[in-house]
């Protein structure tokens, strides 16, 4: 209960105002077309909340609480390599620690869909710059088909998929966020990399749309962060 009114508070709050951390606060921008991989198309936008998660290997699965970062991922444009991103970050006061780094940078990249796969595509470098999308989705991408087996729970910041330092997929059904109920998700739990003391990763998501959650966590420190879609004003 603590943490669905906190989220609420908060997603209310960050729909309809963004402010810097100088307190300048840009004019409310309302969602109404956000971001689906069945139907891209320029002028959508998504926001998400940020969550900060502790004890990752724990049992427990509510030791989560939502931030004041915001971000906004908005289609601005089309060309031949596919859809144009436009990616920033709004906060109030200070940041996520992981989020420091060039926090008011602006990052562009482009999405794809290639046989049922999202691929997210770097713009004027080698390797991807995102907050939500990392360089092992650029690598991999995400499969758009929907998965059938196991299903799955998604409980507080995680899922109820064993640990496990690899990677594993299911389904989530009914999953209710923020007052939306989300009928079927796309689970991808990508561990792999916490074989050797990386990162691990989780998407939940869908065709229709789009991202609904992401988190990642280390293995060194248990926690992480992530972002939740906030939904349609």
């Known amino acids: 209960m603590k943490h669905t009114l906190i989220s609420l508070a908060i997603a209310s709050i960050a729909l309809f105002s963004f402010c810097k951390k100088d307190n300048s606060c840009s004019e409310p921008q309302p969602v109404s077309n956000q971001i689906r991989f069945d139907a891209l198309a320029v002028g959508q936008v998504s926001h998400y909340i940020s969550l900060s998660g502790e004890e990752y290997y724990s049992n427990e699965f509510d030791n989560f609480q939502y931030l004041d970062d915001t971000l906004r991922l908005e289609i601005v444009g089309k060309d031949a390599n596919g859809y144009k991103v436009k990616e920033s970050l709004h906060y109030v006061g200070d940041t996520h620690e992981s989020l420091g780094w060039d926090k008011d940078s602006v990052f562009y990249y482009h999405l794809r869909i290639s046989a049922d796969t999202l691929r997210v595509l770097p ?9 939500i999308f ?8 995400l499969p758009l088909k929907k998965i059938t087996s196991p299903k799955v729970e998604i409980l507080g910041w995680k899922t109820s998929l064993n640990y496990c330092e690899c990677r594993q997929q299911g389904y989530a059904e009914n999953y209710t966020l923020f007052g939306k109920t989300y009928d079927r998700l796309n689970v991808i739990v990508e561990n792999s990399a916490m074989a050797w003391d990386g ?6 998501f869908s065709k229709g749309t789009g991202i609904v959650r992401f988190s990642t966590y280390g293995w060194w420190t248990q926690s992480g962060y992530g972002w939740d879609l906030l939904p349609e004003n």
């Open 199 to 204: 990162n691990g990763m989780t998407y939940a």
């Open 123 to 131: 713009i004027g470098a080698s390797y991807l710059r995102s907050r």
């Open 134 to 141: 990392t360089h092992e989705l650029s690598q991999q991408g």
